[in-house]
C-alpha cells in the first residue's frame, strides 16, 4: 500500500511556481522519497529524489522537512508542459525498492 | 541516458490467446524490472518484481500462471499474459532499476503497453 498522500487536484498559473505537497508521516530511516510525473497515456517520468537533504535539478526542486514527515516538490516555472498528475513515493532501496503509487495530483497549469 | 523502452506499445488480441510485451533497457543494465498495471483513470498497480536470473515475486492477489514473467538477461523482460481476456485489457508499464546504481536505486520507466482483449 502507498504510504504516501497528496491532494487530488492543483491548479497553477502558467510562469508561476508550482508548490505539490506530500504526507509521508510514518516514513522509515531509510526510505528515500521520489517524485515522478506522468503525462496521460504515457509513463511515468523520474523528476527527483532525495533522502534529508533538500535536492535540485534543472526540473525541480524538493524540501523535506527536517522530521521527513512531509515533502515539497516545486516547479520553478511552470508551463502548460508541466500539466500531468504527479506521483510521491516513498521507498527503500535496501528492502526491494518497491514502488506503492498513492493516487498522485493532477496538476493543471492554466494559461 | 536512463531509456526505457517497450514493445508492442499496443496490442489487440482476442480472448483465450496469449500476448507477450517486451521491456528493454537500451542504455543501461538492469539487475531488477518492476512490472505494473494501470487501469483508466486509476493510479499505477506494481504486479510483480523481476531480477535477472531469478524467479519473479509477485504482489498478493496477482496470478502468477496467468502473467508469466522471464527475465533473461540484464536489459530485457518480458511479460506473457496467458490466455487473455477482456478484464485483462490494461496499460502495463515497465521499469528498469540500474545495475549497482547504489543508495537511491531511481527506477525508469517504460512508455507503456495498451492491451485490448476482444
Known amino acids: 500500500d502507498a504510504k504516501t498522500t497528496q491532494p487530488t487536484s492543483m491548479d497553477c498559473a502558467e510562469g508561476r511556481a508550482a508548490n505539490l505537497p506530500c504526507n509521508h508521516s510514518?516514513?522509515?530511516?531509510?526510505?528515500?522519497v521520489y517524485w515522478y510525473r506522468q503525462i496521460h497515456s504515457q509513463g511515468p517520468q523520474y523528476i527527483i529524489h532525495g533522502l534529508k537533504n533538500n535536492e535540485t535539478n534543472e526540473m525541480a526542486s524538493l524540501i523535506i522537512t527536517e522530521d521527513r514527515k512531509s515533502s515539497t516538490l516545486i516547479l520553478p516555472h511552470a508551463t502548460l508542459r508541466d500539466t500531468a498528475v504527479y506521483y510521491c513515493i516513498v521507498s527503500a532501496p535496501n528492502t526491494g525498492n518497491q514502488f506503492y503509487f498513492g493516487t498522485g495530483t493532477s496538476l493543471t497549469v492554466i494559461p | 541516458g536512463a531509456v526505457v523502452s517497450q514493445h508492442p506499445s499496443w496490442v489487440i488480441c482476442k480472448s483465450g490467446t496469449s500476448v507477450k510485451i517486451e521491456c528493454r533497457s537500451l542504455d543501461f543494465q538492469a539487475t531488477t524490472m518492476f512490472w505494473y498495471r494501470q487501469f483508466p483513470k486509476q493510479s499505477l498497480m506494481l504486479m510483480a518484481t523481476?531480477?535477472?536470473?531469478?524467479?519473479?515475486?509477485?504482489e498478493q492477489g496477482v496470478e502468477k500462471d496467468k502473467f508469466l514473467i522471464n527475465h533473461a538477461s540484464l536489459t530485457l523482460s518480458t511479460l506473457t499474459v496467458t490466455s487473455a481476456h477482456p478484464e485483462d485489457s490494461s496499460f502495463y508499464i515497465c521499469?528498469?532499476?540500474?545495475?549497482?546504481?547504489?543508495?537511491?536505486?531511481?527506477?525508469?520507466f517504460g512508455p507503456g503497453t495498451r492491451l485490448t482483449v476482444l
Open positions: 521499469s528498469a532499476e540500474p545495475r549497482g546504481a547504489g543508495g537511491s536505486d531511481t527506477q525508469y
Open positions: 510514518t516514513i522509515s530511516g531509510n526510505e528515500y
Open positions: 523481476s531480477n535477472e536470473g531469478s524467479k519473479a515475486t509477485y
